[in-house]
């Protein structure tokens, strides 16, 4: 009987330890179902954490594509812009064509002097009949009235001389005049008040400093009242046959623009070009050049596509190209109108040139 209670503890011994080794091996057996679903459960975690990361490498590979397409786009707009680049260029021929002034080319000063030269020789050939644009018989008329050409037109001038002339025919005449009587006929002139003081006052320098008799010298007529240069030089070249450049407002407007010269002041522009002219050609080339910006040469729109001295020019293209419709910017004879002198040389007349009308029939130019 004692020995029934220790099998039974025996027996509850082996049957405790067989249960605990099947809960071992069931807690073992356990751990790697929880495992494996622990592994089950974080596999979607873990293959969205390898999208994430191949996401960036998906992406970075058409990061290389972009590129490629953008050096595609580039290389597009690449070949568009030397279409516009052209289009331009091809623009800015014509208009170099038709405006050629930047594209000239600087030229030696041997070039300057040709080519400043061979334009008188072709002007000589288009105004064979220049002369100067005043009616006078004398020097004393052609002083007056070269005084009286300041800010008006010679044809203005020329419609206004011929009743001074009758009226006061001499210096001595002139010099002894009612002032108001002269500023009443030289109104049309404009600034006829300074022009009276001046044209009375040159009068009275004839007659006290040189007898009544215009001197033939630059160094006397400077002295007379009202009389510059370039009224020195009008007088010495056509009264007297001395030779010198009338540097007028025609004259400095076109020997710079056929870049000549860059010089702006008068006396220096007259010393510039002179230097490129012999000086025996000096009265004929002022006249040319002054004939020549009157009739088609003008300040605001010259008519450069009937101009006979074009290649020659710089400036070709400033003003209207087309032939046709250049022919209508010409002025006097050239535009087939009278020209400004009443009293024209008869050269000019028997190249066929007519006389202006006199003052109050027409207005002029």
Known sequence: MKKTPAKTTSAKEAVAKKTAKKTASAAKAAVPAKATESAEKAAPAKRAAS??????????????TTPA????????????????????????????????????????????????????????EVYPYAHPELDFENPFQLLVATVLSA?????????????????????????EANPEEVEEILRPC???RAKTKSVIGLSKGLVESFGGEVPGRLEDLVKLPGVGRKTAFVVLGNAFGRPGITVDTHFQRLVR????????????????????????????????VIWHGR???????????VCPIAPLCPAYGEGETDPEKAKKLL?????GFPGQRLKPPQAYLDAGGRPAPPLGAVSGT
């Open 51 to 64: 999208a994430k990361k191949a996401a960036p490498a998906k992406t970075a590979a058409p990061a290389k």
């Open 69 to 124: 397409k953008t050096a595609t786009a580039k290389s597009a707009a690449a070949k568009t812009v030397p279409k516009k680049a052209t289009a331009k260029k091809a623009a800015a021929g014509r208009a170099a064509a038709e405006k050629p002034v930047a594209a000239w080319k600087p030229e030696s000063r041997t070039a300057l002097v040709r080519r400043a030269r061979r334009i008188d020789r072709e002007l000589a």
């Open 151 to 175: 800010q008006t037109t010679d044809l203005r001038v020329n419609q206004t001389t011929p009743t001074l002339f009758a009226k006061y025919p001499t210096p001595e005449e002139l010099a």
């Open 190 to 192: 404009g600034f006829f």
């Open 257 to 288: 623009r056929w870049r000549w010269t860059e010089e702006t002041e008068p006396d220096k522009i007259e010393a510039a070009v002179g230097a490129l002219f012999p000086k025996s050609e000096w009265t004929d080339l002022s006249h040319h």
């Open 295 to 305: 009739r088609m040469c003008h300040a605001r729109k010259p008519a450069c596509g």
């Open 331 to 335: 002025k006097y004879e050239k535009g």
